[in-house]
Structure formats: C-alpha cells, structure tokens
T-cell receptor, first 111, second 111 residues
C-alpha cells in the first residue's frame, strides 16, 4: 500500500535559518503530493502541492519539488520566521484515491 | 464562505455514552472524510464518503459510524464511547480526492 515517511521532529531553528523537512513516499503509479501545515489549536491547511514529476510547488516562501527518481518531496524555506512554528504534514493521493499522511514534523523557530 | 465547520468544538463524555459529531461544508465538494489525530500517530482516517450516498471504512473504523446526510453534511457517531476514543477529530472535504480542506477540529475526552 501507499506510505509516507517524514523526518521526526521537533526541528528547532533560529529565525532566518534555512529549513529542510524530508519526506519520502511509496506508491504505485503517479501520485499527487502535498504539504499541509497545522498551527496550534487549528486544523490542517494546504501549504503547497505538486501533481507530476519535476513539478515544484511553492507558497509563502516554502518550496518542494516532486522527485520521482528518489520518491521524495522535501520541504524547504530559505529563511524561517517565528510565525512558521507549526506541525508540517507530507501527504500523497495515489491510485486508490485515498489520501495518505505522514506522521507530521514539528517545527519550532526561536527569535 | 465558512469552509468546513465542525460542532461541537469540545466535548467530555463518560464511558458508554453516545454522541454525534457534526460536519458541514459549503464548497460543493464531492468527498468528505473523518480523521482522528493522536500524539505521535499523525492523522488516521476513520471513514470517508467519496460522494453523496456512499461511505467507506478507513484505517480505524471500529467503534464509529457515519452518515452522509446530503452533499454538505457528514456526521460521525460514537455509539458507546471508550477512553481509547479520546482524541482530536477532524472533518475534511475535497473535490474528487484532490487537496483537502479541514475543519477546526473537535476535542473529545472520554472519562
């Protein structure tokens, strides 16, 4: 079946540091890939997505590139802010159409 | 647009009590979902509804029932609550299994 593996957190950074959160997946066919963000006390919201190989999703300074050869969709941001502190979820939608989520990675950004 | 709304926001039950969690969306989405979120476990799919009139089991359906009342509304029922069902419950909706829109969650405690 489909699966998503994310790096375990928490990831702790200082403001303006570079962020990478690793995400790899297992799926048959050509899944769509997503990153969601969850701020404290809220539901998840879509951060970015990519629907085919080599697509780059971007939003609010975050980027992720769909790499089929390495089955990866790593999330990056060049300069994080305190307001980016949240839990980040990598997810895919594969041929079965049922969404599959990773376990989430907590990001803590210190001033 | 309100997006996805959930009621109640908080609930405390005693073991054996029943309750229904309500979810509604105003985005004309076909698909709706119920998840539970527990620390360290990420999101786990309880039930989903691909379209009005259909419902299917997800990863952890035991102890729950659902009703897709119409295209807008998808309810989750706990017939006899157990402490293991203490969790945060999220409803989500999407257009044909694409990116999902989440509600704010219901925080349920079963004593």
């Amino acid at each position: 079946g489909n699966s998503v593996t994310q790096m375990e957190g928490p990831v702790t950074l200082s403001e303006e540091a570079f962020l990478t959160i690793n995400c790899t997946y297992t799926a048959t066919g050509y899944p769509s890939l997503f990153w969601y963000v969850q701020y404290p006390g809220e539901g998840l919201q879509l951060l970015l997505k990519a629907t085919k190989a080599d697509d780059k999703g971007s939003n609010k300074g975050f980027e992720a590139t769909y790499r089929k050869e390495t089955t990866s969709f790593h999330l990056e941001k060049g300069s994080v802010q305190v307001s980016d502190s949240a839990v980040y979820f990598c997810a895919l939608r594969g041929g079965s159409y049922i969404p599959t989520f990773g376990r989430g990675t907590s990001l803590i950004v210190h001033p | 647009n309100a997006g996805v709304t959930q009621t109640p926001k908080f609930q405390v039950l005693k073991t054996g009590q029943s309750m229904t969690l309500q979810c509604a969306q105003d985005m004309n989405h076909n698909s709706m979902y119920w998840y539970r979120q527990d620390p360290g476990m990420g999101l786990r799919l309880i039930y989903y509804s691909a379209s009005e009139g259909t419902t299917d089991k997800g990863e952890v359906p035991n102890g729950y029932n659902v009703s897709r009342l119409n295209k807008r509304e998808f309810s989750l029922r706990l017939e006899s609550a157990a402490p293991s069902q203490t969790s945060v419950y999220f409803c989500a909706s999407s257009v044909h299994f694409n990116e999902q829109f989440f509600g704010p969650g219901t925080r349920l405690t079963v004593l």
